[in-house]
């Protein structure tokens, strides 16, 4: 999507008028204008001059964004500055002074007596001649509204400004009038029809209009400023230099002058400036402007670490990863602002009501004008009426419903470490009715984890760690790495093993000070050593719970078993639950074992758990789902992201492959599944907050034009002064604005009062799809002795290509192989062999 900056735009009307005149450039896909931002995002392969030239021809201005400027990490916030609120500040100020001059010799002379000095005694002429000079310097200084109003009816596409000037202008032209008439009857000698002139003068309306539609063009830039602070914020983030290592020199340089593969060092208090890894030293990183987590992460050796984000205790010297537009702080800009830039879908409704919304009013205030007219009344009060009804009808209030509330929810969502890509995304979150989620890495942590210590008599748990930790340091099992971390934990100390062997498929083997350790599966061990039967029923009963048991021996008596397992995230079963709550259906996809799947959907408390699914099988139970209502995906794995593209919404935990990143529609910056309910609360509370915006532009325009054509005055004697009308316009926009900032105090994470949607999906009874099976061969393997070693064998075979699936059996040895064609017995073998397995024969 190419970015740029458009001019001269003053209401939904201007928005919509660009985006119609842009979406006819042949080539053009998709165009979508803001009025918050005055900003445009095009699809299509156009070249930008095209693009230009048509929002010229439509009487605005354009230019692509980033053009001419240098490329800087991360963004400059001065480019959101608020530039328009002291120039309506200087136009304001000056407009009062002159207006309170004219009100004081209009109304506070003619209608209290206030006295004026003696020369205009009877001098009615010079005071008119006064006001028609007060109310033109008044319609000078805000000059704006007639180039912008008239310019734009000139093109055949009125405005708001349009309204303004044509309520304006028409005031004064007719004042212009009556003073001219007002000389003949004083020439005449007519001193009646002098004074009841007077009383038709309407030289404060014409200035007083502007000056009121100014105070709200002031309020709203202002509130509209609010709605990219979070924006701004992350911008102000982005550090200005960096200390990099020249040589035996450490050298300050702008960010600009970092390059992938430099050498910086960061000291404590001091903010990290580009994405890097660190080669030496250790700290704990405050990462809170990134993710919104207020805990510090310690980062070590190997640890990557993100520009803007803040050590706080130690000194560490890092390698340059990624740098300028590349950065973490950038990309999330990026996504921010491109979502600033892009339509919900429920903005469709305010533009096309916006298209014709102010021809229609010029209509209704000439016809109106008209119908007064032809009531007898005279041409004074049937153009007040006519005026009343241009200056109160806004299309501001329309145009601004949506995306100020899109603007603030996503900077609220920035701020908690929710990053909406599009506000399509942001929308339609709140209107799912199915979360699927992937189960490793987002239910669970991902890596193998001790759960279960299970000690024979006459051992302790350290002392079975220890025993564990000698075998197991020497091992590059996964199932290892769990072990080796729980003893790390605990700060127990390992010796060295002698004559360590790895046996494939049945365990390990070592000699410590003299003594003979064995470790390994139930299978190894009881045929090593006598296993009790109680200990055999708790590793069954383990074994259901989608854990693995590891036992370990010592001399040939058993010492105890560790219980190992892909352990769900604390908060699962909280945000499950949440979910649940808002009456949103929970499905679990894994390419697990049907028993060690539903051990964890049981714990994390999802409403349907499917197994044994291919990552081409994900896409396909998304795309089966999807028949029975809206559809989210959350994932972390490269084998997400066809699931994630399928899906209605797409989520991606933060910590995730790049890949998932790009194909979803949401990313998770703190890689909870947490905040997957506090995402679609998020966009609830969007959304709720939009439906407000535009009953309120609807309600005030349908209430006020009405009123302000005199149609109530038969039945109940109601009018309105066009300057009322005037202060009710400016105030409408106002207040939309303002009711989108109240977001900034909505809290994300309270689930207090979700509002839980009925939601009457009956989820399918699923059964993955797997192909056409039209043959077989069953391998028999040596070397498996875990879940993980089976996991392993089965995604390497059901890899391959024409393999549509592989059940493999650790226990049994074996692993049987459906194939689309026939696949080579050499083909099937290398590749098991290659994970360092023994295919013994194939049939």
């Avoid at 036992?551 to 397992?565: C, P, R, S, T």
Wanted: charged share 20%.
């Amino acid at each position: 999507m190419k970015q740029y900056n458009v001019t001269g735009m003053s209401c939904a009307a201007c928005s919509a008028r660009v985006e119609k005149a842009v979406g006819k450039v042949p080539g053009v896909t998709s165009c979508s204008v803001s009025l918050l931002t005055n900003s445009m995002g095009v699809e299509g392969d156009v070249p930008p001059e095209q693009i230009i030239a048509a929002v010229e021809q439509a009487g605005y201005g354009a230019s692509e964004k980033g053009a001419g400027e240098k490329k800087q990490s991360g963004a400059d916030a001065s480019a959101l500055e608020d530039k328009e609120t002291p120039v309506l500040k200087r136009r304001l100020i000056a407009s009062v002074g002159f207006l309170l001059v004219l009100m004081y010799f209009s109304m506070g002379h003619m209608m209290w007596g206030w006295p004026l000095p003696a020369w205009f005694n009877d001098n009615h002429i010079a005071m008119g001649l006064v006001q028609l000079l007060l109310a033109g310097i008044v319609m000078v200084i805000n000059q704006k509204f007639f180039i912008s109003g008239f310019k734009s009816l000139w093109h055949r596409s009125p405005n708001m400004d349009t309204l303004v000037a044509m309520g304006s202008m028409a005031s004064f032209l007719w004042s212009v009038y009556v003073l001219f008439a007002m000389t003949r009857a004083q020439v005449d000698g007519n001193m009646e029809a002098v004074m009841d002139y007077m009383m038709d003068f309407y030289f404060e309306s014409a200035a007083m209009i502007l000056t009121l539609i100014t105070v709200g063009k002031m309020l709203e830039a202002r509130s509209k400023g609010k709605t990219t602070d979070a924006l701004k914020g992350l911008m102000n983030l982005a550090p200005k230099t960096a200390v990099l290592v020249k040589g035996e020199k450490e050298v300050t340089v702008p960010i600009e002058q970092v390059e992938k593969g430099d050498i910086f060092v960061v000291r404590p208090g001091e903010s990290i400036p580009v994405d890097g890894k660190i080669l030496e030293g250790h700290s704990a990183v405050n990462e809170a402007a990134l993710t919104g987590e207020s805990i510090p992460v310690d980062k070590e050796e190997g640890d990557l670490v993100s520009a803007a984000t803040i050590n706080q205790s130690g000194f560490i010297r890092c390698e340059a990863t990624r740098v300028g537009e590349d950065t973490t702080l950038s990309q999330i800009i990026q996504m921010v602002t491109d979502a600033a830039a892009t339509k919900a879908p429920i903005a469709k409704i305010a533009d096309k009501v916006s298209g014709v919304f102010v021809p229609v009013v010029i209509l209704i205030a000439v016809v109106t004008t008209i119908v007064w007219l032809l009531a007898g009344q005279t041409f004074g009060y049937a153009l007040a009426r006519g005026i009343s009804v241009l200056v109160i009808s806004c299309p501001c209030a329309l145009g601004l419903a949506t995306p100020v509330a899109i603007m603030v929810g996503n900077g609220m969502g920035a701020k908690n470490g929710i990053l909406f890509k599009t506000a399509v995304s942001l929308e339609e979150a709140g209107r799912v009715q199915i979360v699927a989620l992937d189960k490793t890495g987002t239910i669970t942590s991902g890596e193998p984890r001790v759960t279960d210590l299970i000690c024979e008599p006459g051992y302790e748990e350290n002392t079975l760690l220890e025993l564990a930790g000698a075998l197991e340091k020497k091992s590059e099992h996964p199932l290892a790495k769990a072990v080796l971390l729980e003893i790390e934990q605990r700060k127990i100390a390992t010796k060295e093993v002698e004559d360590f062997q790895a046996l494939a498929g049945n365990g390990l083997t070592g000699t410590l000070e003299g003594h003979r350790l064995l470790g390994g599966s139930m299978k190894y061990i009881s045929s090593q050593v006598a296993v009790g039967e109680n200990v055999k029923n708790q590793a069954q009963a383990l074994a259901k719970q989608g854990k693995t048991p590891l036992l370990f021996a010592k001399d040939d008596v058993l010492i105890g078993m560790i219980a190992v397992a892909d352990v769900i995230k604390e908060d699962s079963p909280k945000a499950v639950q949440e979910l649940q709550n808002m009456g949103i259906r929970v499905v679990m996809l894994t390419g697990d074992n049907e028993q060690t799947a539903k051990a964890i959907g049981a714990q994390a408390g999802v409403d349907q758990v499917i197994a044994g699914v291919l990552p081409d099988g994900k896409e396909a139970v998304i795309r089966k789902l999807k028949e029975y209502g809206k559809v989210a995906m959350v994932g972390d794995g490269i084998n997400d992201a066809p699931a994630l593209t399928r899906a209605d919404i797409g989520i991606a935990i933060g910590a995730g492959a790049d890949v998932a990143i790009d194909a979803a529609d949401v990313v998770l910056m703190k890689s909870r599944l947490s905040d997957v309910p506090a995402a679609v609360r998020l966009s609830r509370a969007t959304l709720r907050n939009i439906h407000e915006n535009l009953f309120w532009a609807f309600f005030y325009n349908i209430i006020g034009i009405p009123l302000a054509a005199g149609v109530w005055i038969p039945i109940f004697g109601w009018t309105l002064n066009p300057m009322f009308g005037a202060l009710a316009m400016s105030l409408s926009s106002f207040c939309v604005v303002s009711n989108a900032l109240r977001l900034n105090l909505f809290k994300v994470k309270d689930s207090h009062r979700d509002h839980k949607i009925k939601n009457e999906v009956i989820l399918p009874q699923w059964e993955a799809s797997k192909g056409e099976k039209n043959m077989t061969k069953t391998m028999t393997i040596k070397g498996m002795m875990c879940g993980h070693c089976e996991a392993r064998v089965k995604k390497t075979l059901e890899e391959l290509e024409h393999v549509t699936e592989a059940q493999v059996s650790h226990e049994k040895g074996t692993a049987v192989v459906s194939m689309e064609t026939e696949v080579a017995d050499e083909v099937l073998k290398k590749a098991v062999e290659d994970q360092g397995y023994q295919v013994e024969n194939i049939q």
